[in-house]
């Protein structure tokens, strides 16, 4: 996900519109140039589109691996409907001939986790939604 840069925005404090860098939106630095009002609003709202965007793409990700190793398919309606990565767990149990042990379908979610987030991954992460597991920093 890209932003225009630089972003056109209309101040929430005097309703004037302007461009903005959106590093510095989403870094929630920007004031308005006309009346110094802070723009963070602003840059919250980008912040959580591309956080979903991220949550979005790391559920394909993680899809597309387990699709592989289990052989499944995961419908764009499927993949709606999972938010934490132990719903991934669910569905793969719920699959008519998936043939592997409870342990297997846990350990195989947790290392796509692990890979997708390119950073070692707990059981307990398992039940964190994906926006929360793949939050956006300051900068894009």
Known sequence: MR?????????????KESRYPPRELVALSSICHHCSTSLESVGREMRAGLSSWSAHLAKMNMAVELERVFGIEASDADL?????????????????????SSKDVDSEVLAALTRTRQTTA????????FEALFP?????
């Open 80 to 100: 709606e409907q999972i938010k934490v990565p132990v719903d991934f767990v669910r569905f793969i149990r719920n699959r008519a001939g998936v043939a592997a």
């Open 136 to 140: 956006v920093a300051e900068h894009p």
């Open 122 to 129: 707990n059981i307990s992460d398992l039940k964190v939604a």
């Open 3 to 15: 932003f225009v840069d630089p972003c056109p925005v209309v101040c929430p404090g005097c309703g």
